[in-house]
């Protein structure tokens, strides 16, 4: 790599750091899951109780609890959460980017790999969900890494401690979610292409067997590093509730959930869509590059074919689960670029894709700055709808000027630059996005979002001494609580939380409130939520909330 070369890189990684740390520190968890997840890191934090995640006073199965040992790791090292929760993303995003740089750079030149990079930090799915604190940042760079290390044996090797750092990798990423496994898949393409020796595919020797044999123990002994001491420790205890919390996570989070799916279900066809929408602009370049990929086919050339390979057996086996959610297939993206890194630096030269660059810069500025227009000028009434159910009514201005004003750059930028520099012109557009959303909306939006300034307003209300009671509560509820706070059960029924409730406020009226939502036809037959007996706190998440002591029940709660 040349002097020049080195300085692109730098700016790059420059660009990409303030890209997705823009924000950083100014703003707590969103929904959804940001809270949840918090919540439970800060619970083990607090607790000392790394083998089984809590929620509140019930146990939480949905995940492995690797990401939450990440997070409590990051508050840690931080010291306070607010800096802390974001700080796995940002780190996860930076390490996604340098591995997809890297791998093009070994695989094809500097040049490749830094168009490879570029291509993920530009697809907006990539940022948007870099800039939250869930498990899908995480576990998109462990799947990077194992997908990184395994191209680097497979078509550079052999590298067989490389192999042995995919196959660990992949193995940690199903202690962050069970799809971690992933990266695997790589090995039924590379295994049929090995059939065909004229795909050119590296010569990795004979008499490995051990070899490749020690990959798929390092698989089960990252998972075991977890798994044989929290079922050791849930066969101990024996209770009901750890062998239902071992079902529950091994079996019906995982299997179940992918063969037979209780919600988010689409159509086999959901994430051709979802490519084509959330990765733009990078995925305007599909309609020139099948014939790059047509071609590499044609000349055997296994480094395009065989992250593409993977890439789409990703897509396709979440296709076949009826239940999709849109960041499912994140993990192929690294791949898709990687696939498309030596045909990309010709593509944004060629004139017909610059002008389809250009028109999305140039579309996305003009109506960016139109939407913030019609907020400032009082006619876009969704919007506000939107803010006034979330509490954030207040904040109406200023996200039109948010919006006038990214809309305003991208649109000039698109003007003077011209198609000839569409790419420098969507890079203006997508940075000052990005970095308005996280320097502009973030602190907007944060106070209802987070359900901050509701806890706040509950703890005004009731006093500094006063015990609350949370009733069909949210994760930011009792994340965000103030003071002496309990709660009855997560996924408990309303009405069993009720009759809990009733009963802890009658043993001490005058020192406990509860604090719950808008009440629900049928279910809330034994209370009365209005002006004469509860206090209306504010409005959070599309809820209104009261303040309510022992007055507010009329009959007892069955």
């Known amino acids: 790599m040349n002097a020049a070369e080195r300085r692109q890189w730098q700016w790059f990684f420059l660009v990409a750091l303030v890209v997705l740390a823009a924000g950083f520190g100014l703003r707590d968890p969103w929904p959804a899951d940001e809270p949840r997840f918090a919540l439970v890191a800060r619970q083990m934090f607090d607790s000392g109780n790394w083998l089984f995640p809590h929620r509140g006073i019930e146990l939480y199965a949905d995940k492995p609890p690797l990401y939450f040992w990440i997070l409590a790791g990051a508050r840690a090292l931080v010291g306070n959460w607010r800096w802390s929760f974001l700080l796995p993303s940002l780190l996860a995003g930076m390490g996604v980017l340098w591995l997809v740089c890297d791998l093009g750079r070994r695989l094809w030149n500097p040049r490749a790999g830094l168009y490879a990079g570029m291509a993920v930090l530009c697809a907006v799915q990539f940022v ?5 604190a869930q498990i899908d940042p995480s576990l998109v760079f462990a799947t990077t890494l194992s997908l990184y290390g395994l191209c680097r044996h497979l078509l550079l090797g052999p590298r067989w401690r490389w192999f042995w750092i995919a196959c660990f990798a992949a193995g940690a990423g199903v202690v962050l979610k069970g799809v971690g496994f ?9 295994a049929a292409m090995r059939l065909a020796p004229w795909l050119g ?23 075991a590093l977890w798994l044989v001491p929290m079922l050791i420790a849930a066969h101990a205890d024996a209770t009901p509730e750890h062998r239902a919390y071992v079902h529950d996570l091994l079996f019906r989070q995982t299997l179940e959930r ?32 099948w014939r790059n990929w047509r071609d590499a086919w044609r000349a055997r050339d296994a480094r395009v074919w065989l992250p593409l390979a993977w890439g789409l057996l990703v897509v396709l086996f979440f296709s076949f689960s009826a239940g999709k959610r849109d960041m499912y297939i994140l993990p192929a993206l690294p791949a898709f670029a990687v696939a498309a890194a030596p045909f990309l630096p010709a593509l944004c030269e060629r ?3 610059r002008w389809m660059l250009w028109g999305f810069a140039f579309g996305l500025g003009l109506l960016l ?22 509490g954030a009514d207040a904040a109406v201005h200023g996200l039109g000027l948010f919006l006038l004003g990214a809309g305003s750059l991208g649109t000039l930028a698109a003007l003077v630059l011209r198609p000839a520099r569409a790419v420098a012109a969507t890079a203006v557009l997508l940075i000052a996005l990005w970095c308005g959303y996280g320097l502009v909306v973030y602190p907007l939006l944060d ?26 509560w949210k994760e930011q509820d009792l994340l965000q609580a103030i003071g002496p706070t309990v709660e009855f059960g997560f996924s ?7 009759q809990r409730a009733q009963a802890w406020l009658a043993a001490e009226p005058e020192q406990r409130r509860i604090l719950l939502p808008d009440p629900e036809t049928g279910t809330d037959a034994c209370l009365r939520l209005d002006e004469v007996h509860a206090q209306r706190i504010g409005k959070s998440n599309r809820r209104d909330w009261w303040l309510a002591g022992t007055g507010a029940f009329v009959a007892p709660c069955q």
């Open 128 to 132: 948007y969900q870099f800039k939250r």
């Open 492 to 498: 408990a029924a309303r009405a069993q939380q009720l």
């Open 351 to 353: 004139r017909g894709f």
């Open 201 to 223: 595919l590296a010569d990795l020797g004979r008499g490995n067997a051990w070899r490749w044999a020690l990959g798929l123990v390092l698989v089960f002994v990252a998972i």
């Open 447 to 472: 106070g209802s979002s987070s359900a901050r300034e509701l806890m706040q307003a509950a703890r005004r209300s009731a006093g500094p001494e006063t015990a609350i009671g949370l009733v069909d």
């Open 182 to 190: 992933l990266p695997l898949l790589i090995l039924l393409p590379y």
């Open 369 to 390: 700055f139109g939407l913030g227009a019609s907020v400032l000028l009082g006619h876009a009434r969704f919007l506000d709808n939107l803010l006034d159910d979330r």
């Open 258 to 289: 992918y063969a037979d799916p209780w919600h988010h279900q689409k159509p086999f066809w959901y994430f051709g869509q979802i490519a084509l929408l959330f990765w733009a602009p990078f995925s305007l370049a599909f309609f020139w590059l």
